[in-house]
């Protein structure tokens, strides 16, 4: 089932904390000009999506929690706080910002649990504050855009003797803290391997002012600057 809002207006959004069931329960929100705000926490076990015309949504410091966020171009997204969760199912999927709406990321968190399948995160080029991808096999997580995060960027830690990948899409911008929480010396085949999505093709990190703590990871065509 799709639940679809059309608003011109601004419109405010309060499930007071309940939770939509079903796997393939869906959120859009349409409408040009249409401001939506949320009024309290919102978990949806599907899609979120922002569908149609150029619309504002205000996540309001409130958490957010579903398995797939797609969002069309001529957007803002202003995400305050917030922490967003995103949990992705049959898509392996995650944050599908490609089309570059707008993003004001605040102090926001956004949290991909990649569990069996990993996980995409397309940024569209836009700055984020803290990202983290999160895994529990042996997965693989893509980052597509030129993004900047200004926050902190973490790659947990493998639960046990496997490689999590990270893919780079373009060239990516960190300024505070990029965590690789990798493996340790008593089982130092938990890896985490950084590499370009294109094999021979470069992607650069540059690294403004960042903290840098990485461990037991691996490099393919990973420059840095």
């Known amino acids: 089932a799709v639940t679809n809002l059309y608003g011109t207006s601004i419109s405010t959004i309060t499930t007071n904390g309940v939770t939509f069931s079903g796997v393939n329960c869906n959120f859009s929100l349409t409408g040009s000009g249409?401001?939506?705000?949320?009024?309290?926490?919102?978990?949806i076990p599907g899609q979120f999506s922002i569908a149609i015309g150029s619309v504002t949504f205000n996540t309001a410091n409130y958490a957010l929690t579903?398995?797939?966020?797609?969002v069309l171009p001529n957007s803002t997204l202003n995400l305050g706080?917030?922490?967003?969760?995103?949990?992705?199912?049959?898509?392996?999927?995650?944050?599908n910002n490609v089309n570059s709406a707008t993003v004001n990321a605040?102090?926001?968190?956004?949290?991909?649990?990649?569990?069996?399948?990993g996980g995409t995160f397309a940024g569209g080029g836009q700055t984020y504050y803290n990202v983290t991808f999160n895994h529990?096999?042996?997965?693989?997580?893509?980052?597509?855009?030129?993004?900047t995060f200004t926050g902190t960027f973490t790659v947990s830690a493998p639960s046990s003797a496997y490689i999590v990948?990270?893919?780079?899409?373009?060239?990516q911008t960190f300024s505070n803290?990029?965590?690789?929480?990798?493996?340790n010396f008593s089982i130092p085949q938990k890896r985490v391997f950084l590499c370009s999505?294109?094999?021979?093709?470069?992607?650069?990190?540059?690294?403004?002012?960042?903290?840098?703590?990485?461990?037991?990871?691996?490099?393919?065509?990973i420059n840095t600057g």
Not at 34 to 43: F, H, M, Q, R, V
Not at 66 to 70: M, P, R
Not at 136 to 147: C, D, E, R, Y
């Open 165 to 171: 990948t990270v893919q780079f899409g373009a060239n």
């Open 197 to 221: 999505d294109t094999l021979g093709t470069q992607r650069t990190l540059f690294f403004l002012a960042a903290n840098i703590s990485i461990i037991f990871t691996d490099f393919r065509d």
């Open 136 to 147: 529990s096999s042996a997965v693989t997580f893509a980052i597509t855009g030129t993004n």
């Open 66 to 70: 579903f398995s797939f966020f797609n």
């Open 106 to 117: 605040g102090t926001s968190t956004i949290i991909i649990n990649g569990s069996n399948i």
């Open 81 to 95: 706080s917030s922490t967003i969760t995103i949990n992705p199912g049959l898509s392996s999927y995650g944050w």
């Open 177 to 183: 803290l990029f965590y690789i929480n990798s493996g």
């Open 34 to 43: 249409g401001i939506y705000n949320l009024g309290s926490a919102l978990t």
